[in-house]
């Protein structure tokens, strides 16, 4: 990660954003490129990469997923965890938290039956980061990936991520061999809110 969005950067922006609007945080709706991606998948072993306040990590668990969430904010991961406990005990027994940087953390070979990797921000090498999380991806699994643009591509103008190095669909299919991944989506998408810019959206289908 550039210094600018390193793990110093994002512990205090938690802690800033969770002490003036912690309530809020907690009731933030999952991702809607994901629940339109994963809503028709039957639950089974996933890894939410970069969960941050967790809203995906526990929209999957209630949905029957066991489900591995990884960032490298204690605070955030502090506040998903307390807020999956307010939920229940049904959806928090299926919840590990973990501490760890997506920058080197690198998944359990072959063992999950969806990898999400939503809005991270990349250190080094964006194919890098997605070969690293592919692995992680079981025969007849799904990698889904979102990545803020920050270019608007229809227009050439810069959107809020102006700056960032996030997931783009020309690196994560060149980082992905066709001969063991199925595209089944990879295209650049308005993000939900009008106005708030385009997302990079990739789901792929490892092939078994």
Same mark, same amino acid.
């Given at each position: 990660?550039?210094?600018?969005?390193?793990?110093?950067?994002?512990?205090?922006?938690?802690?800033?954003?969770? %002490? &003036?609007? *912690?309530?809020?945080?907690?009731? %933030?709706?999952?991702?809607?490129?994901?629940?339109? &991606?994963?809503?028709?998948?039957?639950?089974?072993?996933?890894?939410?990469?970069? +969960?941050?306040?967790?809203?995906?990590?526990?929209?999957?668990?209630?949905?029957?997923?066991?489900?591995?969430?990884?960032?490298? =904010?204690?605070?955030?991961?502090?506040?998903?965890?307390?807020? #999956?406990?307010?939920?229940?005990?049904?959806?928090?027994? %299926?919840?590990?938290?973990?501490?760890?940087?997506?920058?080197?953390?690198?998944?359990?070979?072959?063992?999950?039956?969806?990898?999400?990797?939503?809005?991270?921000?990349?250190?080094? =090498?964006?194919?890098?980061?997605?070969?690293?999380?592919?692995? *992680?991806?079981?025969?007849? *699994?799904?990698?889904?990936?979102?990545?803020?643009?920050?270019?608007?591509?229809?227009?050439?103008?810069?959107?809020?991520?102006?700056?960032?190095?996030?997931? =783009?669909?020309?690196? &994560?299919?060149?980082?992905?061999?066709? #001969?063991?991944?199925?595209?089944?989506?990879?295209?650049?998408?308005? %993000? #939900?809110? #009008?106005?708030?810019?385009?997302?990079?959206?990739? +789901?792929?289908?490892?092939? =078994?």
């Amino acid at each position: 990660m550039t210094a600018a969005f390193d793990r110093g950067f994002w512990e205090e922006r938690w802690s800033q954003a969770l %002490r &003036a609007h *912690g309530d809020a945080v907690a009731k %933030r709706p999952p991702n809607t490129h994901l629940t339109e &991606a994963a809503g028709n998948l039957g639950p089974g072993i996933a890894l939410d990469a970069g +969960c941050g306040h967790g809203s995906d990590t526990l929209w999957l668990a209630a949905r029957g997923w066991q489900v591995t969430a990884v960032d490298f =904010s204690a605070t955030a991961l502090a506040h998903a965890r307390s807020t #999956a406990a307010t939920i229940g005990a049904d959806v928090a027994e %299926r919840i590990d938290w973990v501490e760890g940087d997506l920058a080197t953390w690198t998944p359990q070979p072959g063992h999950y039956d969806l990898v999400a990797c939503l809005y991270v921000h990349v250190a080094g =090498s964006v194919e890098e980061m997605v070969e690293r999380m592919a692995t *992680g991806v079981a025969p007849g *699994g799904t990698l889904f990936l979102v990545g803020h643009r920050p270019i608007d591509p229809a227009t050439g103008a810069a959107t809020p991520a102006a700056g960032q190095v996030q997931v =783009s669909v020309d690196e &994560a299919v060149a980082a992905l061999d066709p #001969a063991r991944w199925e595209f089944v989506v990879a295209e650049d998408r308005p %993000r #939900a809110t #009008a106005g708030t810019g385009v997302d990079a959206v990739i +789901c792929a289908r490892r092939l =078994s």
